[in-house]
């Protein structure tokens, strides 16, 4: 190869070299161009777009749970609190060794292995910024000694929420009932939904009071408007609107009439009702027995749950307003109310009992075996005669029965802010037809005129119906204090004033007359006269085998299937004040077992406290002082127990 | 000559540049760190300070002795990538980093200079009439490809491709036939086909984190909380700087976070979001400058070393840049490219440097000739 050829070759290459290069910059500048376009329409083009973006991301909405409103009894003493809850929470990323902190930490509270597992777990799931609960319901003293160790404790951050605490829960669980953690089912039926439902685990009213008024106690949340990172951190607070708290509810219960009533009715299945007659006010609500609101707050263990559903005498259920019993013979009076009203009888009229009722072939039974002779319509009453209303009710008829039923307040459920209100029951012939097929018997007006067959009244009714009776006025029963906007003058039932007289007399005798179903139970205070009236409502049949053997005694019967207590009165006779009922479940005799519950109560209610034993017959004394000093012990060493602090 | 003497001799408006760029990259990691020298200023500044008084202490010394050494530092570089394959630590599913006790070294980012230097060496020692000859294009093809497939088994597919490109690059300066590009062009797309067509069989040459890569960077919006949430969010910051920028240290989306390791590779998105469109294009006119500046001195050197090292280093130094601009813009799929002299990290920083060094031995000594 030449040397001049190489040369040439060399520069042909050196020139392809240096034509290469300056190629590759204008490739480059090309790419630079390209790029910086790229930039231009991002940056200058979509800008606004991408600000919206920007926000978008970075501020997030916080909801600032409003304060529930507080419950109080009609003398503003609360019942629903919201109290400080001492809890720690653990944030994860701020610990270096979380399984050290909490070992840590397990040397000055209570904490096990197995509680320290489950939190190292829940820790795993979330995002590690996520605030995972270690412990609630702290000790002040607790609380006290971790925030003094707070330096060795990284990522311990102690905490004061708001809880629902329930105070003398056992008497009020059945009225005011409780909140919990929202469920699923409760956001979806909430329409439209309230943003602070959205709050995980954010406590709603689920039973009585707090659920029906859980608008009214709710609140309004606050909203915080916050900068939070990429991995939603709060960095600052940008903005905040404050929330509403919720409205406080008074109660027309007193307190103390309620604690004595469920003393009185501890261990037995039960519950009684007292009402002012004048305003309706609700004083007390019993129902026996209890259970303890407070469990439920935070949700309730499994077992403790089955324990109180399977519990034979369902201390869930609010008996005084959801139990719907057979009246028996407190319903009596509205039978002999509608023929009064009718003037199907005279007040001297006279029927005559032998201890049975002829129907066809068919024996109806009074219970009294040997019969009561002659009775007028007070005399009946006063001694509960089967048989003269077994006639009478015949007079009436089921429909003008049930017409009168309704007007002194059965057969329907009242305007209250309470869970599982029962209407009870009013039987017609229709509803008979339509629901078994069968016309409506004569025999079927003679069980309804003793309160037995297919009529039901809850005790709460009763009371109603003793106060309609006792004032002549269409007395309506309210819980909240003040709901009642024209509480002075309820409507006239117009019912004759005879006819009431009448009824209110034949109850008087019931307690006050030698030969009454609950004279035994009559109080000596002539100011405080009683009026009232015994049933005793039957679970089972007695077959005529039974009868002619000799009717088996309650007591030897199993509890199930006994017969129901009740009674019913309003006091004091001559200027009437108060109404009551008492319904204990298969309690065996009215006149036995409600009628000395429902003295003590009423008496208590007029004495403004434990009733003196002078109130009481003399026989009797003894017996009620220890009684009523057992229940005033009992009362006084309850109160203000709080199981949380 | 005297070697304090030939600093005179320096490309100084280059080393202007790069000072330039690194007062950048020292206001943004100020930035990004919530306005703190901790954890990343302090050391970036300590290393970038070292290693520019290295490029001084690189341009006196004689571009033959650069030369001289080029196929030990190739052979050096191919025993690091080797090692690192076989002792490196594992980070993020690959083996990339060489613990050298004293530093923590990348040696695929250390071996682009290397390979650069033995190109650059190859072709000034083949005489020109073998350049374009079928064997002769295959040895450096061979001095691309080994260490390429080396790096890709890391993995490292980002890095390999780059190394691929440059060595490449190096190839076509040094005036290797048009026809070779041609046709490696065509071949490299029937690859590409290949590769695609690949998936889901049993013979995937690809793995499947490579796939939904290209996948979520085709269409980020289909997975904007998982992978496409890097692109997401940093384009997010790059147009919501606008014109101005939300001002310095006030970028919401990298000051809370959102954005993916906003003080190494998506340092960009924090500069475009606080200074807008005003402080990206600068940057990149800084860039282009410094790229300008090397072509010039590349142009003004007598010698194919000196050219082909030049060029091959420019052209590494604007793989950096405008592929790591483009990956945040969403214009490539994300790979682990810093944005060069203002991102955070060591290796990187002075393989940078370090380049800058040989190119200003180059430019010192153009006229030397040898």
Redesign the interface.
């Known amino acids: 190869m030449s040397k001049f050829k190489d040369t040439t070759l060399k520069s042909k290459i050196f020139r392809r070299v240096h034509r290469r290069i300056v190629l590759a910059g204008l490739l480059k500048a090309s790419t630079v161009a390209l790029l910086g376009w790229n930039i231009r329409k991002l940056q200058i083009e979509d800008s606004e777009d991408y600000k919206l973006l920007a926000d978008a991301n970075r501020v997030n909405l916080r909801l600032i749970p409003p304060s529930r409103g507080l419950i109080f009894d009609r003398l503003g003493t609360p019942i629903a609190l919201n109290e400080q809850n001492y809890k720690i929470v653990f944030i994860r990323e701020q610990a270096a060794d979380p399984r050290k902190v909490l070992k840590k930490l397990a040397s000055i509270i209570e904490l096990d292995q197995k509680r320290q597992e489950k939190i190292l777990q829940d820790m795993k799931k979330r995002s590690s910024f996520i605030p995972i609960t270690v412990a609630e319901n702290l000790t002040w003293k607790d609380f006290a000694h971790i925030s003094v160790n707070l330096p060795s404790l990284p990522g311990i951050i102690p905490e004061v929420g708001l809880t629902r605490h329930y105070q003398e829960y056992e008497s009020y669980a059945h009225i005011v009932g409780y909140v919990g953690p929202i469920s699923d089912k409760d956001l979806k039926s909430e329409k439209p939904v309230d943003p602070v439902l959205q709050i995980p685990k954010f406590q709603i009213g689920k039973v009585g009071v707090e659920k029906k008024l859980e608008t009214h106690l709710r609140g309004r949340a606050g909203v915080s408007k916050v900068e939070v990172n990429a991995s939603g951190r709060v960095m600052r607070e940008l903005s905040r609107t404050q929330g509403k708290s919720g409205e406080n509810i008074h109660l027309t219960i007193a307190t103390n009439l309620q604690k004595f009533a469920s003393e009185r009715l501890k261990g037995m299945s039960a519950s009684s009702v007292l009402i002012d007659i004048k305003s309706g006010d609700i004083l007390s609500l019993v129902s026996t027995p209890s259970y303890n609101p407070n469990n439920f707050v935070l949700g309730i263990s499994q077992s403790d749950w089955n324990a109180l559903l399977n519990d034979e005498r369902k201390p869930l259920l609010n008996k005084a307003t959801s139990g719907a019993y057979p009246p028996g013979s407190t319903f009596k009076m509205v039978v002999a109310a509608a023929a009064l009203e009718l003037g199907l009888i005279g007040l001297n009229d006279k029927i005559f009992c032998a201890g049975f009722y002829e129907l066809g072939s068919r024996n109806f039974h009074c219970w009294l075996k040997g019969g009561h002779g002659k009775l007028t319509l007070q005399e009946a009453i006063q001694k509960s005669c089967d048989v003269y209303f077994y006639e009478l009710a015949r007079k009436v008829g089921v429909k003008r029965i049930g017409d009168m039923a309704r007007r002194l307040g059965l057969g329907q459920a009242y305007n209250l802010p309470l869970t599982g209100l029962s209407k009870g029951f009013v039987p017609t012939k229709k509803w008979k037809k339509e629901r078994f097929g069968t016309s409506w018997l004569v025999g079927d007006t003679l069980n309804v005129g003793i309160g037995q067959g297919f009529s039901l009244a809850t005790p709460l009714q009763l009371a109603v119906m003793t106060a309609r009776l006792a004032s002549g006025k269409e007395v309506t029963p309210n819980i909240i204090k003040n709901s009642n906007k024209n509480p002075d003058n309820p409507k006239a039932l117009s019912i004759k004033e005879n006819t009431l007289v009448a009824i209110r007399k034949g109850m008087f005798d019931v307690l006050n007359e030698k030969d009454g179903t609950a004279f035994n139970f009559r109080t000596t205070n002539h100011n405080f006269l009683i009026a009232g009236k015994t049933g005793t409502s039957q679970v089972r049949r007695i077959t005529r085998e039974e009868r002619e053997e000799g009717v088996i005694k309650n007591e030897d019967l199993p509890w199930k299937m006994r017969d129901h207590a009740l009674f019913t009165c309003f006091a004091p006779f001559k200027n009437p004040k108060y109404a009551l009922s008492v319904v204990v479940e298969h309690g065996g005799s009215g006149s036995k077992v409600a009628a000395p519950i429902a003295r003590d109560i009423m008496l208590f209610q007029l004495y403004g406290g434990i009733p003196p034993v002078t109130a009481y017959p003399e026989k009797q004394q003894v017996e009620a002082r220890k009684r009523l000093m057992d229940i005033e012990k009992k009362i006084n060493s309850r109160t203000n127990i709080n199981p949380n602090i | 000559m005297n070697p304090f003497i030939k600093i005179i001799y320096i490309n100084w408006p280059l080393q202007i540049l790069i000072l330039a760029t690194a007062l950048f990259g020292f206001l943004m990691l100020y930035s990004v760190s919530g306005g703190s020298w901790d954890p990343w200023t302090k050391p970036q500044i300590n290393r970038f300070f070292i290693s520019f008084i290295l490029i001084f202490v690189m341009s006196a010394i004689s571009i033959s002795f650069w030369q001289k050494i080029s196929p030990f530092c190739y052979i050096l570089g191919l025993a690091l990538l080797i090692a690192v394959y076989f002792y490196g630590d594992t980070g993020m599913g690959a083996k990339r980093w060489l613990d050298l006790r004293i530093i923590k070294l990348q040696p695929s980012e250390a071996f682009k200079i290397s390979m650069v230097m033995a190109l650059a060496y190859y072709y000034h020692k083949l005489p ?2 073998k ?1 374009s000859h079928p064997f002769y294009v295959i040895v450096p093809l061979l001095l691309i490809i080994i260490p390429a497939l080396i790096v890709f088994r890391q993995p490292d597919l980002g890095t390999a491709l780059v190394i691929i490109m440059i060595g490449i ?1 190096v190839m ?4 290797v036939h048009f026809g070779y590009f041609l046709f490696g062009g065509l071949s490299f797309c029937t690859l590409l086909f290949i590769l695609f067509q690949s998936r889901g069989t049993d013979w995937q040459l690809l793995k499947d984190y490579h796939f939904r890569r290209i996948d979520t960077f085709l269409d980020p919006s289909v997975d904007p909380l998982g992978a496409g949430y890097h692109i997401t ?1 940093s ?9 101005f920028g939300r001002g310095y240290m006030q970028g ?2 990298s000051q ?4 993916p390791e906003k003080h190494t590779d998506f340092i960009f998105t924090t500069l ?1 979001e606080e200074f ?2 005003f402080g ?2 600068g940057l ?1 006119i800084i ?2 400058l410094i ?2 500046f090397c ?1 010039f001195s ?2 003004a050197t007598t010698d ?1 070393f000196s ?2 090292l030049i ?1 091959g280093l420019c ?1 590494t130094f ?1 793989t950096y840049f ?1 592929i790591n ?2 990956m945040v ?1 969403g ?1 490539l799929p994300v790979v682990g490219i810093p944005l060069p002299l203002v991102s955070y990290g060591g290796s990187s920083m002075i393989v940078i440097m370090l380049s800058f060094g040989l190119i200003q031995s180059a430019h010192v000594h153009k006229n030397v000739g040898f």
Do not use: D, E, H, P
């Open positions: 020109v009439n350049v690059f076509f300066i040094a005036g969010q384009k997010i910051a790059l147009g919501s700087g606008g014109l919401s989306q809370l976070n959102f954005l475009a807008g469109f990206t294009i990149l860039y282009s790229v300008a072509i590349a142009l194919k050219r082909l060029t052209m604007f405008s601009i483009a813009m214009l």
